[in-house]
């Protein structure tokens, strides 16, 4: 079988995630990576068993056997790396948030529009097994009317002023944080799942540590290491670490969403409620193998992920039988597989995958949400 060649751009946290998702298809192989030098690329393309190492990712995009680049930089990098590799005839898979603003998600969907390449996001949250059994269930009415969506995304390696990270910048991050980095998540899967846009926002932010310690030295993400004096200085912040984002769809239901980046003991916590007019039903990243099912009139319900349980078309999400647990690598898998079959069928199949579309959505989103923020007041979002 012939293989899909793949170079992997970046890889401190997320680009081995991809590097491993990649590797769990069939008909995909990485060939090269690229990092900020030489010296770097080649000792993580050894410890990653990767053969081409470059130090800029230009050359990575300008290798002839490259097919397929995935963007894993931080946020300020995506813009121009998308856009050279669309230019260069390159599928693109980019990590969230597509760009730094809508203006440079805006231009990069019409590139998109405009060449024969697959462009896709890593919006992986959407793929855990029970999130897509919960779309099936919307599909199908199982909810009926959906009144109301509730939820959350917090997490505590920001907790200490001496954790830090590029995502405290707005120079690397955009114009929100915590908004940007895990409120996508949010608001995609809930969007995407449910089916609801959201019309409005009315947000309130909060930045408990206006002055942070930053360290002297690039320190890695999650890094949890408590410095001393000597290894840092102090900064100002400007970015959020905490938001509560009051939400009106478009189909007159409500929500509420909450982000937290400074919640001790929540360490990865993506959390949603979906309450409809038959029944309710709640999913959390950080137990991703059971659904909470919630009746009025009956017994409430722990749906276990068992791929003989589920949906039949949502089968396909499970990479193992029930009582084998699967988490957030193995979601990962889920989104990149429907990404390379969609590269296999051609731009026009209708393949079910995050697009860069649904990046530029969520850019809108951030855009209202800070606007909101800054203003005190509800804000539509413009699509
Ligand atoms: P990180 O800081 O751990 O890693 C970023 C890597 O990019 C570093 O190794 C750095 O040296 C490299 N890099 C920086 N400039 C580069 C350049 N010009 N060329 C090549 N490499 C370069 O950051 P992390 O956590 O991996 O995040 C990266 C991106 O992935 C962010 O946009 C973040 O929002 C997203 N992300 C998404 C996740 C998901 O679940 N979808 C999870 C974690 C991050
Ligand atoms: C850090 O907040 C982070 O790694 C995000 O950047 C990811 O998108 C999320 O999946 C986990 O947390």
Redesign the pocket.
Known sequence: MKKIKVGV???????P?HVEAIRRQPNTEVIAL???NEE?ARA?ADSLGIERAYG??KELIADPDVEVIHI????H??YQ?AKEGILAGKHVVC???LAMNVEEGKELVELAKEHDVICAM????RTYPLVQQIREMIARGDLGTIFAVNGSYQQDWLFKDTDY???LEKQFSGESRAIA?IGT?WFDTVESITGLKTEKVCADFETFYKIRKKPLKPV??YSGKVLQPSDYEEVPIDTEDYATVLIKFDNGAHGSFTVNQVAAGRKNRMYFEIYGSKCSVVFDSEEPNQIWIGHRDGNNEIMMKDPSLMYPNVVEYNSYPGGHTEG?ADA?KQTIRKIYEAIEAGKDSDVYYPKFEDGYRELALCKAIVKSAAEEKWVVVEE
């Open positions: 751009i970046g890889t401190g946290f997320i680009g995630v690229s990092e900020i770097l993580k800029d990712y894993c930089t931080p946020n990098l995506h790396i990590e969230k948030p890593h919006l992986n949250c990270s590029w995502r980095d998540h890695e993400t957030f990962s």
